[in-house]
Nanobody
Framework: QVQLVESGGGLVQAGGSLRLSCADS????????MGWYRQAPGKLRELVAH???????NYADSVKGRFTISSDNAKNTVYLQMNSLKPEDTGVYYC?????????WGKGTLVTVST
């Protein structure tokens, strides 16, 4: 069974940086796409960034230029480097593995950005 474990969340001041990690119990090479999503209180879960098996990346407009998604297949880990953090980036960040026909989700890690 796939198990995704996020880490790296925490409290940071606006303008600061965090790096989130998503470690798979197996190999992330099984995935067609790995992604990071976030959910703020009272809001729907939204895509932050994803990376395909071919290395193509996509970002939400709100984070483009500030966040970078990357993967390390040898470590079975996907990262989200978050720079220039804003209070509106606050939320629970979830890792998602998309592999036909099933999608898997991690439990999430909380990111809080203070002013």
């Amino acid at each position: 069974q796939v198990q995704l474990v996020e880490s790296g969340g925490g409290l940071v001041q606006a303008g600061g940086s965090l790096r989130l990690s998503c470690a798979d119990s197996g190999s992330i090479s099984r995935a067609n796409r790995m992604g990071w999503y976030r959910q703020a209180p009272g809001k729907l879960r939204e895509l932050v960034a994803h990376i395909t098996s071919g290395g193509s990346t996509n970002y939400a407009d709100s984070v483009k230029g500030r966040f970078t998604i990357s993967s390390d297949n040898a470590k079975n880990t996907v990262y989200l480097q978050m720079n220039s953090l804003k209070p509106e980036d606050t939320g629970v960040y979830y890792c998602k593995m998309s592999t036909w026909p099933t999608a898997y989700w991690g439990k999430g890690t909380l990111v809080t950005v203070s002013t």
